[in-house]
């Protein structure tokens, strides 16, 4: 944290571009780019900035769109900010996840919005996911979710989230939100000895047709369980 402040207060663009957009994997960048490529989201949003490293990515991909982030953490929010705020279509709230997403609700014409959520939001034994991903169903009709730290099942290569309280990051632990909302679930297809970095688990849980067209015909993803559509 404090090499973090030196590095801005000093300008240091470098120390700073060294800490990794989705924890430096390859095979991540190219889900998302290839999501971004063809979904067109209306609005991005990233629970837990940290210090801003993919909030920054986020803001150059998606330069015409609102970006959303929020961090629980006040000098973690106040570096994220400082380091942002050159980037106009960026908003980052020192909030609780839960509370980001509430005030994404709030915004005129919000409900109308294609989504993309990054959900990064889990270090402490208070897991926000499940609240997370229940407001998002409730509220929005077409989204897309990318959540980081996540099971990918039969692939123990990608890491996930385990918690002292017993809950980790997996189908177990959203199943009860998942299936009360209709979403389809995806997983990376790349085995997790073609990923870089850090290799964290992900699952993309997704919503709407023109979304679940494009994410159906995603290479780079494939389809756990597909929802019918009403
Ligand atoms: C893994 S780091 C985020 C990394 C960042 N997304 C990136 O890619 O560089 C998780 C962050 O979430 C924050 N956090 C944890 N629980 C939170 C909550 N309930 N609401 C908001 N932020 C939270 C932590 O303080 C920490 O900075």
């Known amino acids: 944290m404090e090499q973090a402040v030196e590095a801005l207060l000093e300008r240091d663009a470098d120390y700073l571009s060294k800490f990794s957009v989705f924890n430096d994997q390859t095979e991540r960048k190219q889900i998302f780019e290839s999501l971004t490529k063809t979904i067109e989201f209306s609005i991005a949003v990233e629970t837990g900035t940290k210090w801003a490293n993919t909030t920054q990515y986020l803001a150059q991909k998606f330069s015409g769109v609102p970006v959303y982030s929020g961090e629980l953490v006040r000098e973690s929010f106040l570096i994220a900010r400082e380091r942002l705020k050159a980037f106009k279509n960026v908003t980052i709230l020192n909030c609780d996840s839960r509370d980001l997403i509430k005030t994404v609700v709030a915004l005129p014409n919000s409900k109308s919005e294609v989504p993309f959520f990054y959900l990064d939001a889990h270090w402490y034994d208070d897991l926000p996911l499940e609240e997370e991903i229940e407001l998002i169903c409730d509220n929005w009709g077409s989204f897309l979710i ?3 730290d996540f099971k990918v099942p039969h692939d123990p290569g990608y890491g996930w989230d385990d918690y002292k309280n017993g809950k980790k990051l997996d189908l177990e632990y959203i199943g009860p939100v998942t299936s009360r909302h ?5 997983f ?3 085995p997790s000895d073609h990923e870089t970095g850090a290799k964290r688990g992900s699952v993309i849980i997704a ?3 023109n979304v679940l067209e494009q994410v159906s015909g995603n290479t780079h ?5 597909q929802a019918k559509e009403a």
């Open 188 to 190: 990376p297809t790349a």
């Open 221 to 225: 993803l494939r389809e756990y369980f």
């Open 146 to 148: 990318m959540v980081d």
């Open 182 to 186: 209709k979403v389809s679930i995806f």
């Open 207 to 209: 919503r709407g047709q």
